[in-house]
T-cell receptor
């Protein structure tokens, strides 16, 4: 059974700070890794995906992947109150493209 | 901007009743999915659908569940005889590529409450 683990938080950071969100996964064969943002009562929306070891940057967001440690992280620079949401880590599941989600980390950015 | 649309947004039903949740995926997408999220829990995969057939399903997707793409636009999830534990938010999703190869677009969800 593939598992994705995240600290449920809440993680509280001041506005303008860097928020660091972490995720571990159980299946060493996982190849695709995703970060979704979910506002309360809303659907998940994709922030970033990463396939290769190392860092991938997109604006204020940086995803980091370490396959040897089975660890994925998301850094949010210059955090804004509008970033307050639950961040879901997901990895590829079976052979047909389904995703396995973690329970999510709730981020609160204080003005 | 194209989007996945779901109806109804909220449905309340009695235990044992049949429920159909409807989805209109993005028009040029080929892969379709249903996920569910019980309140406060993780998003869970139910089923994937490609080329007019189920391509994968989870343990949750038992004989009470079925999916159908009755025409070129709609994608439905049917729960034959609802149970209390089926109460959840059900998300439809679609993608142009396989969901783990590109972006998965989620609809806003259908909240199902079983009494």
């Amino acid at each position: 059974q593939k598992e994705v683990e995240q600290n449920s938080g809440p993680l509280s950071v001041p506005e303008g700070a860097i928020a660091s969100l972490n995720c571990t996964y159980s299946d060493r064969g996982s190849q695709s890794f995703f970060w979704y943002r979910q506002y309360s009562g809303k659907s998940p929306e994709l922030i970033m995906f990463i396939y290769s070891n190392g860092d991938k940057e997109d604006g204020r967001f940086t995803a980091q992947l370490n396959k040897a440690s089975q660890y994925v992280s998301l850094l949010i620079r210059d955090s804004q109150p509008s970033d307050s949401a639950t961040y879901l880590c997901a990895v590829n599941g079976g052979s047909q493209g389904n995703l396995i989600f973690g329970k999510g980390t709730k981020l609160s950015v204080k003005p | 901007e194209p989007e996945v649309t779901q109806t109804p947004s909220h449905q309340v039903t009695q235990m044992g009743q049949e429920v159909i949740l409807r989805c209109v995926p993005i028009s040029n997408h080929l892969y379709f999915y249903w996920y569910r999220q019980i309140l406060g829990q993780k998003v869970e995969f139910l089923v994937s659908f490609y080329n007019n057939e189920i391509s994968e399903k989870s343990e949750i997707f038992d004989d009470q569940f079925s999916v159908e793409r009755p025409d070129g636009s709609n994608f439905t999830l049917k729960i034959r005889s609802t149970k209390l534990e089926d109460s959840a938010m059900y998300f439809c999703a679609s993608s142009a590529d396989r969901g783990d190869a590109g972006e998965l677009f989620f609809g806003e969800g259908s909240r199902l409450t079983v009494l």
